[in-house]
């Protein structure tokens, strides 16, 4: 199956041990390009990792998501120890498509559970938005705010 073929979407993926290579972009900056097993299609792909000052962390967050231990060894170990999603999808780039792979991760981000003192205000916020002109207006959303 050639990438074009695979489908733009949400997929089970696995790292595939081995297969981390490191290197240094044109513009100076270092990464990780990481083969990724499509589960539900069997087939491989590659995704990049880059390492600057403000990715570094969304990096790190993705080679944890596969299961790699944090050992600076260049081993990667564990990178094929874990069932993560990874995103598919395709661009423009210099007049052709190209693939981009994106291994999901929540990057840090920790949902609250809302206090059920709040949940039937908020519940009545939405129910209001729904009913709104604002929600069956054209797709423009210039001037657009909630209803208080």
Known sequence: MSNERIPSGIHLC???AGSVQEGVSNQGTDFLAIK????DLGEEVTTFLYFTEKTESWSLDRLKALGWDGKGDG???GIDSKEAECSVRYEDYNGKQTMKVDIMTNSGVKVTPMAESGKSAFRARL???ASSAAVHAPATREGFKLPK
């Open 14 to 16: 696995h790292g595939v």
């Open 75 to 77: 081993s990667y170990s």
């Open 36 to 39: 990724l097993r499509l589960d």
């Open 127 to 129: 129910q209001k938005l």
